[in-house]
């Protein structure tokens, strides 16, 4: 789990980790679409929490879409087309094992998102947004393989464009980022020579962020991504052909 993730849990509180514990279940399939959670009374006592505890975990649960609580038919889990995807919590739950499948969906949507991010950037980065790019990719140079500075590095690179782009919602998409960065770096066999081979890719995006050229930032942040995206398919035994040009990813 990334240090972002693990101090967003160090200062939990009682329902918080409740919820957690719960939310963790439900994405992990132990919990499954249509299954009726237990009474309050038997789930209280199998966590070992009160009931007051319980209802704020509830609570948290039904607002990110996970489940929902009716007069006499009890709770239960609602189906995976309900669930706030993009809810930082509901994205940290499908760690520490991550599905393939929402992996991947994961990079396709970054690959949607992050090639007009970066010519945004292009355009409207100020002086000191695209200083603070050169500065991350230069600790991206540094960071030593196999360390999580490589992914901490790499992660502000990419929030470092977000941030530029000068749109609010594009920099709310950081989680989603975060979240597909870190089951990269865990389904990754490549080790060292795959976040070295990534920083040629990398620097093409800062040099023509710094160059002002939005046709040539999105071209290269374009590049960057599905190089990434065709790596993991054949980590994951799949074949690298795939629709993205048909579709026109």
């Known amino acids: 789990m990334s240090s972002t993730m693990s101090r967003t849990y160090a200062k939990r509180s ?22 009726v959670l237990p009474t309050e009374a038997a789930l209280s006592e199998s966590l070992d929490v009160s009931r007051t505890a ?15 609580s009716r007069p006499k038919t009890g709770t239960r889990v609602k189906p995976r087309s309900s669930w706030n995807l993009l809810d930082p919590d509901v994205l940290s739950w499908h760690f520490p094992d991550p599905d393939p499948a929402f992996l991947y969906s ?20 100020t002086p000191e947004q695209i200083k603070h790019l050169e500065t991350a990719y230069f600790e991206m140079e540094k960071a030593e393989p196999g360390t999580e500075a490589v992914y901490i590095t790499d992660l502000v690179f990419h929030q470092g464009i977000l941030d530029a782009s000068g749109n609010d919602f594009m920099k709310s998409f950081g ?9 990269s770096f865990r389904l990754s066999s490549g080790g060292p020579k795959a976040h070295v081979k990534s920083l040629p890719d990398h620097h093409a995006v800062y040099a023509a962020i710094n160059q002002r050229d939005p046709e040539e930032a999105r071209s ?15 980590e994951l035994g799949m074949s690298v052909e795939h629709d ?3 579709i026109g990813l």
């Open 54 to 68: 319980l209802r704020e975990a509830i609570k948290i649960l039904s607002a990110k879409g996970l489940i929902e």
């Open 14 to 35: 009682l329902h918080s980790i409740v919820a957690h514990d719960l939310g963790a279940r439900i994405v992990s399939g132990k919990l499954a679409p249509g299954d």
């Open 175 to 183: 989680m989603l980022i975060e979240t597909a960065l870190i089951g």
């Open 220 to 234: 290269k942040m374009h590049g960057l991504l599905r190089r990434t995206m065709r790596e993991l398919r054949k």
């Open 244 to 246: 993205w040009d048909q």
């Open 106 to 125: 994961l990079l396709e949507t970054r690959l949607i998102i992050e090639p007009n991010t970066a010519a945004m950037a292009a355009v409207r980065a």
